[in-house]
C-alpha cells in the first residue's frame, strides 16, 4: 500500500516568512495529492490540491509543487500570518481510490 | 462548517461500556469515512461506506462495529474498549468513493478510562 512521509513534524516560523513541508510517497500509481489543514480543536479542511499531470500550483499565498519523479510533493505558504498556525496534512490517493496521510506538520507562526 | 456533523463531540467511557458514535453528512454525498486520528500519527482510515455498503475494512478490531443505515448517517458501535483506543474519531464523506475531495466533521474526541 502507499506509505506517506512527511517532514517536518513541528516548524516555526517567523511571521511575513515563508513555511515549506515537504511529503514523499511510495506508490508511483498515486495521482492525486491534497493538502489539510487542522486548526486546533477544529476540522481537517482542503486548502489546495494537485493532480499528477501538473507540476505546481497556486492558490494566493499557498502553493503546491510535485515532481512525480523524485515521488515527493511540497507546500509553499508565503508571507506567513498568525492564522496560518495549524497542523498541516498531506495525503496522496492511489488507482485503489485510498487516501493515505502522512503524520502532520504543526505550523507555528511567531508575530 | 455544518456539512458533517458528528454527536457526541466528547466521550468518555470505561472498558466495560457500550457506546456509540454517530454521524450526519448533509451535502448529498454516497460514500462516509471512519477515521482515528491519534497524538503524533498519520490519520488512520477504519472503514469506507459507498452507497451504503461497506466497502474497506482497514484491519479493524471487531470491537468497532461501524454501520451505515443510508447514505447520509453512519455510526460507529463501541464495545469493550482498551485505554489505547482513545484518539479523536472523525467521520468525513466525499460525493462517491471515487471523488477524491472529503469533507471532514469535527470528530469525537474519546476517552476510554
Known amino acids: 500500500g502507499e506509505n506517506v512521509e512527511q517532514h517536518p513534524s513541528t516548524l516555526s516560523v517567523q511571521e511575513g516568512d515563508s513555511a515549506v513541508i515537504k511529503c514523499t510517497y511510495s506508490?508511483?500509481?498515486?495521482?492525486?495529492f491534497p493538502w489539510y489543514k487542522q486548526e486546533l480543536g477544529k476540522r481537517p479542511q482542503l486548502i489546495i490540491d494537485?493532480?499528477?499531470?501538473?507540476g505546481e500550483k497556486k492558490d494566493q499565498r499557498i502553493a503546491v509543487t510535485l515532481n512525480k519523479t523524485a515521488k515527493h510533493f511540497s507546500l509553499h505558504i508565503t508571507e506567513t500570518q498568525p492564522e496560518d498556525s495549524a497542523v498541516y496534512f498531506c495525503?496522496?490517493?492511489?488507482?485503489?481510490?485510498?487516501?493515505?496521510f502522512g503524520a502532520g506538520t504543526t505550523v507555528t507562526v511567531r508575530a | 462548517e455544518t456539512g458533517v456533523t458528528q454527536t457526541p463531540r466528547h466521550l468518555v467511557m470505561g472498558m466495560t461500556n457500550k457506546k456509540s458514535l454517530k454521524c450526519e453528512q448533509h451535502?448529498?454525498?454516497?460514500?462516509m469515512y471512519w477515521y482515528k486520528q491519534s497524538a503524533k500519527k498519520p490519520l488512520e482510515l477504519m472503514f469506507v461506506y459507498n452507497f451504503k455498503e461497506q466497502t474497506e475494512n482497514n484491519s479493524v478490531p471487531s470491537r468497532f462495529s461501524p454501520e451505515c443505515p443510508n447514505s447520509s448517517h453512519l455510526f460507529l458501535h463501541l464495545h469493550t474498549l482498551q485505554p489505547e483506543d482513545s484518539a479523536l474519531y472523525l467521520c468525513?464523506?466525499?460525493?462517491?468513493?471515487?471523488?477524491?475531495?472529503?469533507?471532514f466533521g469535527p470528530g469525537t474526541r474519546l476517552l476510554v478510562l
Open positions: 495525503a496522496a490517493i492511489n488507482n485503489d481510490y485510498k487516501l493515505s
Open positions: 506508490d508511483s500509481a498515486s495521482n492525486y
Open positions: 451535502l448529498g454525498h454516497n460514500a
Open positions: 468525513a464523506s466525499s460525493q462517491g468513493q471515487r471523488q477524491e475531495t472529503q469533507y
Open positions: 494537485i493532480r499528477s499531470n501538473v
